[in-house]
């Protein structure tokens, strides 16, 4: 994906104090602006046309103040809750001015309507959230649009160039306020200058690096987002960060992504067992050996197993243990052993056919893949290991794969025989943590063992609730799909407001929730030189 060249015009609104709001816009314009509500008094029946003729006048008077003053103002009629509400954004490019000029306004309204309007300058909040009102209502021409295009023309006709877009709507950055000096302090407290954290990017409107700490990599992060969002470019920031604190780190890879976004790493092995190579975690000697329930299950959910198939599978793994030199890289040998299990039940016969056919896109001749020949990478402290499952021709086949390659690291790791902490990137991740795949259970047991995930997904919807619940840092990258950002929601990771903000992040921008923080801060993510 390629960014595009952003030549439109960005706004920034924030708020500037109680009641006024700070614009930037790019090309540089600056200006304050604040907000008054009108309300009209209700006195009985008030005659169509006697409202008519208020306004009428009230807007004369407006245009007048226009040409005398340095003033601008801007009306907007938003849908509240069913019923078109009238606002008025004042815009000045003198702060000190503007407090003044909302008093002035108001006095005009309320005297030529004889007090039957009440007119109130809102507060900064609610001005912001007025304006998101009016900006997302259901109107196809969005009014804020051409009032920003209209003011900026008037107010700095010189630098704006032709193009108008407000192609972005988060470039208004709502609920992004500069942040306070008293919440500045506490980010910083919080990103303090620790080393032994993933530096994850600045957080937006500071200059204070996103850190995440080792404690966070335990208790797992998950990253979300849309194609193109991002989502692989920061998991491989995170990696290469974890290595410089010394973390084991390894990625299950489903697209192949990560030998270009990791290329300049020398501290990285890649294993693709189409091309002769997987990790020492895909020997399936461990994973009977320690757990061949697991193993099972893994089968059994993802090729769909019947009672009796796993059944049969069951006994072949008895006698696979049962073997002196247990060589498990060999799917081929467990299907030897399942074509020649000495059940004699009459259903036996027909499942085991059933049970073969299913376990052939595991085998060589399916696959292409030596099993025998393969060779086995092992992971080394402070280094990445990449287990590529892009060419790999079966989607089943991948989940299987990479499923057991994960059950065996924490095995590993729970038996010590792996460099900890280790840290597991799973890409694509609602391929494999899904509602049934015992694998999703790991999530909640593995912090014990120094284990700690980085699910990577575009459709949190389709993950298992006890993965959602168990990722307690979440990166969250633009999300176009309103079932996945309703899971989100659903979830209380994010609150409502946030639901506008999500489809609109940029490439590399994301939300970012970490547990001690009560807001979810707004990160550019990128590398920080050391
Ligand atoms: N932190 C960033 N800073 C600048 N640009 C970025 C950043 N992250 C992503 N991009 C841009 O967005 C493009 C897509 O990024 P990336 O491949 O990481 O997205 P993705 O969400 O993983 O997409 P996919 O699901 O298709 O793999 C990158 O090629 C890059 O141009």
């Not at 992004?176 to 008293?182: K, L, S, T």
């Not at 849309?226 to 960060?241: F, P």
């Not at 092995?269 to 091309?275: G, K």
């Not at 030897?336 to 036996?348: E, G, H, K, P, Y």
Request: glycine letters at 4%.
């Amino acid at each position: 994906m390629h960014s595009t060249k952003n030549n439109g015009l960005s706004i920034y609104i924030e708020k500037y104090d109680d009641n006024v709001l700070r614009i930037e816009s790019y090309p540089k314009a600056i200006t304050y602006s604040l907000v008054v509500s009108l309300r009209y008094v209700s006195r009985g029946k008030v005659e169509h046309e006697y409202v008519k003729n208020i306004e009428h006048r009230i807007l004369e008077s407006l245009l007048n103040r226009v040409v005398n003053a340095n003033q601008r103002y801007f009306l907007l009629s938003c849908l509240d809750s069913n019923k078109v509400s009238t606002y008025i954004m004042v815009l000045s490019k003198e702060k000190n001015e503007i407090n003044k000029e909302a008093d002035v306004i108001c006095s005009i309204i309320e005297n030529l309507s004889n007090n039957s309007i009440n007119c109130k300058v809102e507060k900064s909040e609610s001005a912001i959230n007025i304006l998101k009102r009016c900006l997302y209502g259901d109107s196809i021409e969005n009014p804020l649009k051409w009032l920003l295009n209209v003011f900026s023309k008037r107010m700095d006709s010189n630098n704006i160039n032709n193009v108008f877009l407000l192609e972005h709507p988060l470039s208004f950055e709502w609920g992004y306020p500069n942040i306070e000096p008293q919440k500045y302090e506490y980010l910083s407290k919080i990103f303090d200058n620790s080393d032994n954290a993933i530096r994850l990017g600045i957080i937006h409107s500071t200059n204070i690096t996103a850190k995440l700490k080792p404690e966070h990599l335990v208790k797992h992060i998950i990253i979300v987002g849309a194609t193109g969002s991002g989502k692989s470019t920061t998991a491989s920031i995170i990696a290469r960060e974890a290595t410089r604190i010394n973390y084991t780190v390894f990625i299950i890879d489903w697209h192949g992504e990560y030998a270009s976004l990791l290329s300049d790493c020398n501290n990285i092995e890649y294993t693709n067992p189409v091309e002769g190579t997987i990790p020492s975690f895909l020997n399936l000697k461990s994973i009977i050996e320690y757990e061949p329930l697991a193993f099972i299950e893994i089968l059994e959910n993802v090729l769909e197993l019947t009672p009796p198939q796993v059944h049969i599978l069951e006994e072949a793994i008895k006698a696979l243990l049962n073997k002196k030199a247990l060589e498990l890289y060999d799917i081929d040998l467990l299907m030897d052993i399942i074509q020649n299990t000495s059940l004699s039940a009459r259903w036996v016969s027909e499942s085991r056919e059933a049970l073969i056919r299913k376990l052939k896109v595991l085998s060589s001749e399916y696959l292409n893949i030596k099993w025998r020949g393969v060779r086995e990478v092992g992971i080394e402290k402070g280094k990445i290991l990449v287990f590529d499952v892009s060419s790999i021709p079966n989607t089943r086949v991948k989940r299987i794969l990479a499923s057991i390659a994960i059950k065996t690291a924490t095995l590993k790791a729970q038996y010590n025989e792996v460099e900890k902490p280790l840290l597991i990137i799973v890409d694509e991740a609602h391929n494999i943590f899904t509602k049934n795949n015992p694998i999703s259970n790991l999530i909640a047991e593995v912090r014990k063992w120094g284990v700690g995930f980085v699910i990577v997904t575009q459709t949190p919807s389709l993950l298992a609730p006890v993965v959602l619940r168990n990722a307690n840092t979440r990166i969250i990258h633009a999300i176009k799909s309103s079932i996945d950002i309703k899971t989100l929601l659903g979830l209380s990771i994010l609150k409502k407001e946030y639901k506008k903000v999500i489809p609109s992040l940029k490439p590399g921008e994301a939300l970012v929730i970490i547990p001690e923080l009560p807001e979810p801060i707004l990160v550019k993510i990128g590398l920080i030189s050391s």
